[in-house]
């Protein structure tokens, strides 16, 4: 099987690939053990991901959440693929649900080369596999989705069906919203792309996994992505923990920003 030329395309494919697996795997294991299966999928997946990064790209360095020693040669690569194999593992584990995915993002150093301070660089490609949706979903920079349509109603706020942040109850009455409770930070992220929610907002800190290849394709939709502070998301830093993200519409940003700044939320992570 040949891979796709262009970086975009190729994340699109081997994010697809990956998901294509790990529902074949859910269909082999079954659900009676959920830790092996989720041990199974977060394997599996990066086993997949891994070999074809260095098939088609041997050139690059890659971030994956199952690597157990981040190479710290990425700091100097030009190129970096940030990937998460299986972004959800307690969802996967779920017979009917679909709210998971996997993550393959780019990450390029800005022009300068070598010698460009750590970090300076941007997320160039990335693509989102949501395989348990109908269809086998996948959203991709290379074919950005659609700007959502305005939504009529309060403003739909995704938030962790088990591990709501305590200030959520503040934002919704400050903005007239309402919370959707739902699984993977990549699924949250990827359903205000699709119009499905409004905004993500998490602060409780991630690593850059969970939401590079996301934000990339948000970028490319046209809607905001960024810090809780305003300030840009930046990615192969030497420690990837990555303290809180915003992704909404455009339109929503300056106000969700506003009550944020007012709420103090993020300010705990101000010396990180």
Same mark, same amino acid.
């Given at each position: 099987? +040949? ?14 690939? &990956? ?37 088609? *790209? ?43 995915? +996997? ?5 390029? *150093? ?32 290379? &074919? ?16 962790? *069906? ?16 309402? +919370? ?9 992220? &990827? ?29 490319? &939709? ?22 809180? +993200? ?14 944020? *700044? ?11």
């Amino acid at each position: 099987m +040949v891979a796709p030329a262009g970086d975009a395309a190729f994340a699109r494919w081997l994010a697809g690939r &990956a998901g294509t697996g790990l529902c074949e795997l859910r269909e082999e294991l079954g659900f009676g053990d959920a830790a092996a299966l989720r041990a199974a999928g977060d394997r599996r997946s990066h086993e997949l991901l891994t070999s074809e990064l260095a098939r088609w *790209r041997p050139g690059d360095a890659v971030l994956s959440e199952e690597d157990e020693q981040h190479d710290h040669a990425r700091l100097s690569a030009e190129r970096v693929w940030i990937v998460d194999p299986l972004d959800g593992t307690r969802e996967f584990a779920e017979a009917g649900r679909a709210d998971w995915a +996997v993550h393959v993002a780019l990450w390029q *150093r800005s022009s300068g080369g070598g010698g460009t301070p750590v970090g300076a660089g941007r997320l160039v490609a990335g693509a989102v596999a949501l395989p348990a949706q109908a269809g086998g979903t996948v959203l991709g920079t290379d &074919a950005p989705p659609a700007y959502p349509p305005m939504h009529g109603g309060p403003i739909r706020l995704a938030a962790s *069906r088990t591990r709501p942040p305590g200030f959520l109850a503040d934002l919704c009455e400050r903005v007239d919203g309402e +919370v959707v409770p739902m699984g993977s930070a990549g699924a949250k992220m &990827a359903a205000v792309v699709q119009g499905t929610v409004d905004a993500y907002v998490h602060a409780g800190g991630q690593y850059e996994w969970d939401s590079a290849a996301p934000v990339a394709v948000a970028l490319a &939709a046209g809607l905001h992505a960024s810090r809780v502070d305003g300030s840009p998301l930046a990615y192969n830093r030497p420690d990837p923990w990555l303290p809180d +993200v915003l992704v909404c519409r455009r339109d929503l940003a300056p106000r969700l920003l506003e009550v944020l *700044r007012e709420l103090g939320v993020g300010r705990e992570n101000d010396a990180m």
